[in-house]
């Protein structure tokens, strides 16, 4: 039987006094382990869900019961430096991984983590190769696949293009996966595709891919990349004077935070995202206000997963019965057994998985305006609730 759990732990955040936490009985931390760029060119994706999953830590070990120890170990969006980071973890004495954030350090380490029997949650590492064949990683976020396919269909339901340009990334297993599916699919919706161009993770002059999609007349810049480029795109396009439709997936989340980015640029930029931090439920409502409190600035979709994360293992953990002594492996075997059967509702959806580690929920389009993220549903209506809903028992 399926349980849904959000809703109650807020209600005993809400209603926790100092008093009852006081007498409260606590139990040995369990230890989790979380991994991901803390630095170089993705560390707002890190610093997010490291932030976001802390947050949530302290909630849960405010309750007493069952506690969690939280290590954050950087891997700087490099695989082998993830691989370094996770053999910490695994000296440390890590029973489970929120992680890794990016894609291809979460292939390296889920191989890792595979032999050796440890659970992985990944917060944001959307490809499908991350969870192939390996029944201990599970994703919290949707594929790559879905974003894929759901951008063409956004696209093309709200007829907001007759031509279409591409620029991705075709050295990230990522953005190439995202394009695959983008491209299928606007096929088969008849979507008009008039350039396609790529670049690798060293390009800094998009002058060729922009100068290409201009020409050929691109009403309509589809993106699925990461933040850090797609600022470079918007400035250079802004530059040349060309302005279309810039659309984006999550990876383009957290560009509004980059220092010294001029967010004006980002002015109309659609994308696709599992959280607005514009939602007005409760439990959007109160992370949001915390996580202002705390780090001064609204919470990303990272931040978002990093929160969902902690919550949907210390679900598993108190269903599967796991204490600070059970073992990695035996840990393993019981959370594998747990997630199968949770649905929770948290900030970034409801969400249920399957045995091949994989989550089901609905992307849902954002665009930004005046500097913050304005959500729209699914089938393109303003929404004030945007991507979150509220916290339900079942």
């Given at each position: 039987?399926?349980?849904?759990?959000?809703?109650l732990v807020?209600?005993?955040?809400?209603?926790?006094?100092?008093?009852?936490?006081a007498f409260?009985?606590?139990?040995?931390?369990?230890?989790?382990?979380l991994?991901g760029?803390?630095?170089?060119?993705?560390?707002?994706?890190?610093?997010?869900?490291?932030?976001?999953a802390?947050?949530a830590v302290?909630?849960?070990?405010?309750?007493g019961?069952?506690?969690i120890?939280?290590?954050v170990?950087?891997d700087?969006?490099?695989?082998?430096?993830?691989?370094?980071?996770?053999?910490?973890?695994?000296?440390?004495g890590a029973?489970?991984?929120?992680?890794?954030?990016?894609?291809?350090?979460?292939?390296?380490v889920a191989?890792?983590?595979?032999?050796?029997?440890?659970?992985m949650l990944?917060?944001?590492?959307?490809?499908t190769d991350?969870?192939?064949?390996?029944?201990?990683?599970?994703?919290l976020?949707?594929?790559?696949?879905?974003?894929?396919?759901?951008?063409?269909?956004?696209?093309?339901?709200?007829?907001?293009?007759?031509?279409?340009?591409?620029?991705?990334?075709?050295?990230?297993?990522?953005?190439?996966?995202?394009y695959?599916?983008f491209?299928a699919?606007?096929?088969?919706?008849?979507l008009?595709i008039?350039?396609?161009?790529?670049?690798?993770d060293?390009?800094?002059?998009?002058?060729?891919?922009?100068?290409e999609?201009?020409?050929?007349?691109?009403?309509?810049?589809?993106?699925?990349?990461?933040?850090?480029?797609?600022?470079?795109i918007l400035?250079?396009?802004?530059?040349?004077?060309?302005?279309?439709?810039?659309?984006?997936?999550?990876?383009?989340d957290?560009?509004?935070?980059?220092?010294g980015?001029?967010?004006?640029?980002?002015?109309?930029?659609?994308?696709?995202?599992?959280?607005?931090?514009?939602a007005t439920?409760?439990?959007?409502?109160?992370?949001v206000?915390?996580y202002?409190?705390?780090?001064?600035?609204?919470?990303?979709?990272f931040?978002?997963?990093?929160?969902?994360?902690?919550?949907?293992?210390?679900?598993?953990?108190n269903?599967?019965?796991?204490?600070a002594?059970?073992?990695?492996?035996?840990a393993?075997?019981?959370?594998i057994?747990?997630?199968?059967?949770l649905?929770?509702?948290?900030?970034?959806?409801?969400?249920?998985?399957?045995?091949?580690?994989?989550?089901?929920k609905?992307?849902?389009?954002?665009r930004?305006?005046?500097?913050?993220?304005?959500?729209f549903?699914?089938?393109?209506?303003?929404?004030?609730?945007?991507?979150?809903?509220?916290?339900?028992?079942?």
């Open positions: 039987m399926r349980k849904t759990f959000l809703a807020l209600a005993a955040v809400m209603a926790l006094t100092m008093v009852c936490g409260a009985e606590e139990e040995a931390a369990i230890k989790v382990g991994i760029p803390m630095t170089g060119a993705a560390a707002s994706y890190g610093t997010s869900v490291a932030q976001g802390q947050i302290d909630e849960v070990n405010a309750l019961g069952i506690q120890e939280l290590n170990q950087d700087q969006h490099d695989p082998e430096t993830s691989i370094n980071a996770y053999n910490t973890l695994w000296d440390w029973q489970m991984i929120i992680g890794t954030v990016t894609t291809g350090p979460c292939v390296a191989a890792e983590a595979y032999n050796d029997r440890m659970f990944t917060p944001s590492a959307s490809s991350v969870i192939a064949d390996k029944d201990n990683v599970y994703q976020c949707f594929t790559d696949p879905a974003q894929g396919t759901a951008s063409a269909q956004y696209i093309a339901e709200h007829e907001l293009a007759t031509a279409i340009a591409v620029i991705y990334n075709n050295a990230d297993t990522y953005s190439t996966g995202i695959q599916t491209e699919e606007a096929a088969n919706l008849g008009n008039v350039s396609v161009t790529t670049f690798t060293d390009t800094t002059d998009f002058s060729v891919q922009l100068t999609a201009r020409e050929a007349g691109a009403d309509l810049v589809f993106l699925p990349i990461y933040y850090t480029p797609a600022s470079m400035q250079q396009a802004a530059n040349m004077e060309y302005a279309p439709i810039f659309f984006g997936v999550d990876g383009m957290g560009i509004l935070n980059i220092d980015f001029d967010t004006s640029l980002a002015e109309g930029v659609m994308l696709l995202t599992p959280f607005s931090a514009d439920d409760e439990l959007t409502v109160n992370f206000a915390k202002n409190e705390l780090y001064g600035a609204n919470p990303d979709q931040a978002a997963d990093g929160y969902d994360c902690v919550y949907a293992l210390y679900a598993a953990i269903n599967a019965g796991i204490t002594e059970t073992s990695t492996e035996d393993c075997e019981m959370l057994a747990a997630m199968q059967e649905e929770i509702t948290g900030l970034t959806g409801t969400m249920t998985w399957d045995e091949t580690g994989a989550v089901t609905t992307p849902t389009a954002v930004i305006e005046n500097g913050v993220y304005v959500g549903d699914v089938n393109g209506a303003e929404t004030a609730e945007a991507t979150a809903t509220e916290a339900a028992a079942e």
